[in-house]
């Protein structure tokens, strides 16, 4: 019997992105010099394929995004916005970035900050409104975090990214503690801890405050 693989049917979402593109495309083109056909000769896809990416017949993943990023000369996150974490790990739209100023918010014992002198960081896309929290507990020193690392985190953005990093700090509790962000349900999140290999699921009523986590965990 032979088995056919059905492609993913675009959601709004995915809708919103292509036509986001599409403009972009249109408005880059010709200062870049590009047709359809030299544009898909360079992305490695044929015409067709590289029209329906811009028409939403094929869904964009985070690949082909970052694909006509380069080729646009744009930031990943212009196509996309939940892509600034990426973006900003990887070193994207230097020319817009620091040295950002970045105020102390939290610590991971919940021991106050106040007063404490900001971090300088150079690496971060300059815009979005930035907070630290610093590491001042051994739990991170299984993963080569020292006391004195300082996770940046942007109050702009949207918190829960699939597979991204999350400062999230409990009702009744003053810390905060760092995860990744797999999953949620109704009303529960599912959660790994930074640098261990275990999930735990967390109502998402006992979350006071949740922010993204951007760029790399810093020496302060």
């Known amino acids: 019997m032979l088995t056919t693989m059905s492609r993913r ?10 036509q986001t593109l599409k403009t972009l495309w249109e408005a880059r083109k010709h200062d870049l010099d590009l047709t359809q056909n030299s544009a898909s000769r360079e992305l490695g896809m ?16 985070t690949d082909i ?4 990023a380069k080729l646009l000369q744009v930031t990943p996150q212009t196509v996309d916005p939940t892509l600034i974490n990426i973006s900003a790990l990887m070193g994207i739209d230097s020319a817009n970035q620091g040295p950002i100023t970045v105020p102390l918010l939290g610590s991971t014992s919940g021991k106050s900050v106040l ?6 960081v150079n690496s971060l896309p300059a815009g979005p409104t930035y907070v630290g929290i610093v590491v001042d507990t051994q739990n991170f020193t299984n993963v080569g975090l020292t006391k004195g690392t300082v996770f940046c985190l942007n109050l702009d953005q949207e918190p829960f990214v699939p597979n991204q990093y999350v400062a999230i700090r409990m ?5 905060y503690s760092i995860y990744a ?26 979350v006071a405050a ?8 810093i020496l302060n």
Do not use: C, M
Request: aromatic share 10%; glycine share 6%.
């Open 171 to 175: 009702r009744g509790e003053e810390n």
């Open 181 to 206: 962000y797999l999953s949620s349900a109704q009303t529960t999140y599912r959660l790994q801890p930074y640098g261990k290999p275990v999930t735990i699921v967390t109502k998402k009523t006992q």
């Open 115 to 120: 007063g404490q002198a900001p971090v300088i």
């Open 9 to 18: 049917t675009p959601t709004a979402k995915d809708r919103k992105k292509a």
């Open 46 to 61: 044929t015409q067709p394929t590289f029209s329906q990416y811009l028409n939403a017949v094929i869904p964009l993943n």
């Open 210 to 217: 949740a922010h993204l986590v951007v760029g790399e965990p």
């Open 65 to 68: 995004i970052f694909k006509f």
